[in-house]
């Protein structure tokens, strides 16, 4: 595949997650545009972040609610925590599931609370595959010398 | 310092959260501003305690050990006057109100954009 069309397939599959699938929002082409010859890294960077973050409080929030009583403000810390990451990269199904958690959390609903873990491990999963999808679509096209397209909604 | 046309915005991110100091720092970056980070409002509070001094704090709600309601609080009693916005993602009106109450210039909805923090820049730095 040449470099031509390695761009097109990037901002095709780009816009597909937001326009169609709803997996990132605005605030993910908003990090987009922070991304410079300074730091060309920066997308790849703070998105490694978030894996990173994610993992350790999925299984922090599963602990947390596998005690016999479970402290639930520690669980609405964590979620608090994974709402703004979430928030902040624009993987906003992710984020919209943090919301329903946070409910659960106020009403102590433990049940609730299971379901949503188990969603949110669900979006997170998804989200995850995609954007390492796009990642190694961005490598594909440096290695083959082309730039990183920018794309708008 | 000062912050006249000659000298260099230098702003404080105080936020528990990774991520959204790195975009927020990167963000100050782009828009011309030296940006200094930490992670909660205790660190806040000693930094400017130690006479460090800033054009800007874009000051976080929630946040462990200190969060940015109390924060904002005991640098206007040590009589900071330096401009801090208050950035959360909650953004009721209740808690613009007690962000306002407790000490801040502004409130802004996270998370921070470019557009919002140019625009922020506008109003209180014009020159």
Known sequence: MDVNQLQKRFVDYTTTLVQEKGFLDDQFNQLQQLQDESNPDFVFEVVSVFFEDTDRLLNELGKTLDQQNVDFKKVDAHVHQLKGSSSSIGAQRVRNVCIAFRNCCEEQNIEGSLRCLQQLKHEYSLVKNKLEYLFRLEQQILAAGGSIPTWNE | ?127
């Open chain 2, 1 to 127: 310092m000062s912050s006249n046309s000659n000298t260099k915005l230098i702003a404080l991110v105080v936020d528990d959260n990774k991520i959204m100091r790195n975009i927020e720092v990167k963000l100050l970056t782009k828009l011309g501003v030296e940006a200094c980070e930490v992670y909660n409002g205790k660190e806040a509070v000693d930094l400017l305690r130690d006479e460090n001094e800033f054009d800007l704090i874009l000051m976080d709600l929630n946040m462990p050990v200190m969060n940015g309601l109390e924060a904002t609080r005991l640098l206007r009693e040590m009589g900071v006057t330096t401009r801090i916005i208050g950035l959360s993602s909650q953004a009721s009106e209740y808690v613009r109100e007690v962000f306002m109450e407790a000490g801040v210039d502004d409130f802004v909805e996270k998370p921070l954009s470019h557009t919002k923090l140019a625009s922020i820049l506008t109003k209180y730095f014009k020159n």
